[in-house]
């Protein structure tokens, strides 16, 4: 069965950085885009990030522009998002994303991001 398995959250301060990792199994990963999603408290779930098959195109949220950069390593089965410069407002809880056959979300568990000093 399709398995997305976030790592790499956790707590810190303004201005730091973090490497969120989802490892995928369960279906052919150099096939398929991935994205980044985050949902804050009270808010809804937003893209964060995302990246096409062959790791080649990007795309960004705009508060997220020139501070994280998605990649996939496509051997490991895995795709990264690594945050900069981490803001109070990037606190969320971070899912890793794929659609398959067209419409079908697959979710990972989550990975809690928390920044505060």
């Known amino acids: 069965q399709v398995q997305l398995v976030e790592s790499g959250g956790g707590l810190v301060q303004p201005g730091g950085s973090l490497r969120l990792s989802c490892a995928a199994s369960g279906f052919i990963f150099s096939r398929v885009a991935m994205s980044w999603y985050r949902q804050a408290p009270g808010k809804e779930r937003e893209l964060v990030a995302g990246?096409?098959?062959?790791?080649?195109?990007?795309n960004y949220e705009d508060s997220v522009k020139g501070r994280f950069t998605i990649s996939r390593d496509n051997a490991k089965n895995t795709v990264y998002l690594q945050m900069n410069s981490l803001k109070p407002s990037d606190t969320a809880v971070y899912f890793c994303n794929t659609k398959l056959l067209g419409s079908i979300n697959f979710w990972g568990q989550g990975t809690q991001v928390t920044v505060s000093s």
């Open positions: 990246i096409n098959s062959a790791g080649v195109n990007t």
